[in-house]
């Protein structure tokens, strides 16, 4: 399907199929909710006023708009969901409301490259998981060579509380972190920048209604309860981590930034890349009941590719386009988004809308698909050589990393989740 | 000091010296601020409506009203301060503006006992500390009885992210969770209600102004940061903790439901009752440079006798008081609540108005002073006799477990936090 935005028609990303919703801000002025479309923002306040919206849809534009998603989120799916069929309506070619659209044009679309884009919903609590089976392997095999998974794992989709204050929009540069550090050669830490800074490549899940506190979420209703996607780098440092993590788990050396990118791609839009859950190894264990579900079995995974790239300042200086570290997929999840929603809430626990998950770091079984440094280098031994000669076991300031993430398939065209990127700037009180 | 609210004179917890702030509604009503005196509310609006504050303390008092307090931590501390010293001119025997508030005292002065009291403040981040010293002693030992402190102890104020939405304030019961169990006569874990719940005696800081994203808060400056203290249970399902929180901490096991006690006890209440922070034993480290300082070294601890009471419904049937498990004492903090702001923000996290921070369960050397049960049962192997002749060694559905602190110093008098209490209800799905 064509939309009258031509910029949408063919667009990697942003296509009629996608229409992911986001928080935009125009040159500094308030916070506003909009659909991004090619390389517009259609602005839903300026639709709302307009009065291009009824029943339902109404009921869902008017929960969307204000600079904050999280009424909108609060939302049962339907209602959420005949938002997006009548913007599909307003936006495919021939819409029979083109013309009242057009007068109001320079108002309902924005140029995507004049707005800053925000963190989409207020999040009161985030929780980072760590279903991304290859990464757990090759994070233990640094630790435990002959045995690298927990023997939990295959039972538990691990998780634990991440801090939600210091998530951060695409775009937003972040200073490296300083902590305790000790270092092979002495007895005693020391506090100083970390000199191990790594990202971790994963996907963020939009919490939808969210339970009653007491009430477990069931995983036949699992889904009513994911808003959307994003894409998410829970930046690390993993020397910080290595000395501080015995025996509560990871605090300062993930609290200090995470990025996500700013639009929230909808179930909806992703329903033609939902996929079988990949088939457990023999021997595997069947997930307990609570996580156990026919219709998440056969349809609960995705097919999306993620990718990360790097750009250095030399590459930088010299007009080098970013270099694709990794190329992962979202398949490399031994458990799906479903599951994650069913455990979080198995002991009552109380989900809201805004909430963020993660999936934690999606690596693929080899190198080319590693969705961190610490992978890539296994462990600081082998640092990687990029096509400028420049070699990195860890990041150094002025590193970007750019996270991006896309599914097509024949008949149902692309979509893209836009870009997840950030610098790393000097530790405080330093400069480079 | 004596005040003309009569029920204030000598009342444990809440005499002129102290003058909490909570939140409270009335027989339903809507959530409002107030200041506990004796046994009543001093309603803040009626105050503010009233014309009786005015400078620093009208400033303080609007933006404490409302049902939320977090405007009112993000204030400096002197601004903080000032609405305290104009609370206490107001409610002192003898105030000049006696007759000006008993003339509207019917809606100044709300009776605590026909109010409910709510959780303080919105709260986007928790954390849990780990500096009871004691109970990680305790609870290493059963793991590691020859080695029970991990190496990072004594540098690193250990801590890690919590869950907020499942903060809950006293007098709200809670559902005993379910989650998965590894039984020690199976292999493979089991889907069941928890059959190890405990509690976690605890205390809790309320966090004020904060700092900006990246950059640290000295420990010179990390007092401006605590708005007040409250009690915290950290309700902890041991036998779901033992299977879950291997690589990435503690998860489910805690998330179901944290209580706290609603007053917000001040650092300026509590300032007669500091003290010097216990000498470290011969040969422990010296802390690194950012958790140390000089004035928090000789003040930053204080001495708060805490108490943790049980009553089962047998008790309850017969007419039993509650029966004291244990008494503790803030005392056995191994680092001090400057040195927590300052460790959690060295890397750069930012703190906001209304985070809480919780210290971790404050043991005791001796079994008297413990502050779980699984502390006091060692591990659950020998049960707790109360006076009934009941056997405990982990909670039953129907126990209610209260927490209580107190100070009081010659010339001082006595200042309490008011009650931290909760009942446990049966899981989710079962009747008991």
């Not at 980072?128 to 794992?153: Q, T």
């Amino acid at each position: 399907m064509n939309s009258w935005v031509a910029s949408a028609n063919g667009h990697p990303d942003f296509s009629l199929a996608n229409l992911p919703y986001g928080v935009f801000s125009l040159q500094g002025g308030e916070r506003r909710s909009g659909v991004a479309i090619g390389d517009e923002i259609y602005d839903l306040q300026v639709a709302l006023d307009a009065g291009l919206f009824e029943g339902l849809a109404l009921t869902a534009a008017s929960a969307a708009i204000g600079g904050e998603l999280n009424s909108f989120f609060a939302l049962p799916r339907e209602v959420r969901l005949a938002l997006r069929e009548r913007l599909i309506e307003l936006l495919v070619e021939g819409s029979e409301e083109t013309p009242a659209q057009q007068k109001i044009c320079d108002r309902l679309l924005v140029a995507a490259a004049q707005c800053t884009l925000h963190v989409p919903a207020r999040i009161q609590d985030y929780t980072d998981f760590y279903v991304g089976i290859h990464h757990a392997e090759n994070v233990g095999k640094l630790f435990r060579p002959d045995n690298p998974l927990m023997p939990n794992y295959k039972y538990v989709p691990i998780g634990y509380h991440g801090r939600a204050s210091t998530i951060v929009a695409s775009g937003k540069p972040f200073v490296r972190p300083s902590g305790q550090i000790k270092l092979p050669d002495s007895d005693e830490p020391i506090h100083a920048p970390s000199r191990r800074l790594d990202y971790e490549l994963e996907v963020g899940l939009w919490v939808g209604p969210g339970n009653v506190l007491g009430e477990p979420v069931d995983i036949a209703n699992a889904r009513e309860h994911i808003a959307g996607f994003c894409l998410l780098n829970d930046w690390s440092a993993r020397d910080i981590q290595a000395w501080e993590y015995q025996p509560l788990g990871p605090f300062l050396s993930k609290s200090f930034a995470s990025t996500i990118s700013p639009w929230v791609v909808t179930p909806e839009a992703l329903e033609p890349f939902r996929c079988a859950q990949p088939a457990r190894p023999e021997g595997d264990p069947t997930p307990l009941p609570y996580l156990l579900d026919a219709e998440d079995q056969s349809t609960g995974a995705f097919d999306i590719a993620l990718e990360v790239y790097i750009l250095t300042p030399t590459m930088r200086e010299k007009g080098v386009a970013p270099v694709r570290l990794s190329l992962s997929n979202t398949r490399n999840m031994y458990w799906t988004f479903a599951q994650m929603v069913a455990h979080h809430t198995v002991n009552g626990c109380q989900l809201n809308p805004g909430d963020l998950f993660g999936t934690g770091t999606l690596s693929g079984p080899d190198r080319n698909s590693m969705g961190s440094l610490l992978e890539m280098s296994e462990g600081g031994k082998h640092p990687v050589e990029l096509p400028t000669g420049e070699m990195r076991t860890f990041l150094e300031d002025g590193d970007e990393i750019i996270i991006k993430a896309r599914c097509s398939r024949d008949g149902f065209g692309s979509i893209g989740f836009g870009e997840c990127r950030a610098v790393v700037l000097p530790a405080w009180g330093r400069t480079s």
